[in-house]
């Protein structure tokens, strides 16, 4: 008796011992391919003229946003992209981000992205984050000889009535514009492009007043309109 329980014992220690060396086995083989894919990559380093020009537009009523990239260079043949944001649903605020990873075929990529979820198995019915108000913009751009350029903004998205409210608004420490706008439900939205200079989109015209940039070696061209490119000189 003393044999049979001595042998059992034995094949139940063997046979877990085998389960678990192949777990970890199958761990190992699972994290070995993107550390591989990391560690190959070169970075990719593009002139002002071939870095991509970035515009994200608010729909009209602010729950998407219109990500379009142009001027994307051609040795580029794939593109992540991500956006993250805080939102507040029942008092509390939950980051939430949406993105993606495309082949480029084209200079040009466009994407909408949606401030919330979506189903559709039954015609679509969507239920939208609320109080979006800031977050960040990621971009990586891929070649096919293993080089990767990466590019983060902060981004900012304010109505109309917030802006006047407000005075103004605020991209980051580095960017901040004084004014109002006569436009009454408009949505703004500030990033930083990927060469050096401040662009403010809108799903309307912008119009208004700018009263004053920050800092002062930051210009616009038009004065009348929250809209466009800020230049840094």
Do not use: W
């Amino acid at each position: 008796m003393n044999k049979i329980k001595f042998l059992s014992l034995s094949l139940v220690v063997l046979a877990s011992s085998f389960f678990l060396s192949g777990c970890g086995k199958k761990n190992t083989e699972g994290n070995s391919p993107s550390t591989n894919t990391k560690s190959t990559q070169k970075e990719l380093v593009l002139s002002d003229s071939e870095k991509p020009i970035i515009s994200l537009i608010p729909r009209d009523d602010g729950h998407e946003l219109k990500l379009t990239i142009n001027n994307i260079p051609s040795v580029v043949t794939q593109m992540e992209y991500e956006l993250i944001y805080s939102s507040s649903e029942d008092g509390l605020v939950m980051e939430k981000g949406v993105g993606d990873s495309v082949k480029v075929s084209s200079k040009t990529i466009e994407k909408d992205l949606l401030l919330g979820t979506s189903s559709c198995t039954n015609g679509c019915k969507y239920k939208y984050d609320e109080s979006v108000s800031s977050g960040t913009l990621s971009l990586i751009l891929y070649t096919d000889d293993n080089q990767s350029a990466t590019y983060e903004t902060p981004f900012i998205l304010k109505t109309s009535s917030e802006v006047n409210s407000q005075k103004g608004f605020s991209l980051d420490d580095n960017f901040s514009v004084t004014g109002s706008t006569t436009t009454k439900s408009d949505y703004f939205v500030a990033i930083k492009n990927y060469s050096d200079y401040y662009s403010v989109f809108s799903n309307g015209k912008g119009t208004g007043k700018i009263t004053s940039i920050e800092p002062s070696t930051i210009t616009k061209q038009d004065s009348t309109s929250l809209v466009g490119d800020y230049l840094i000189n």
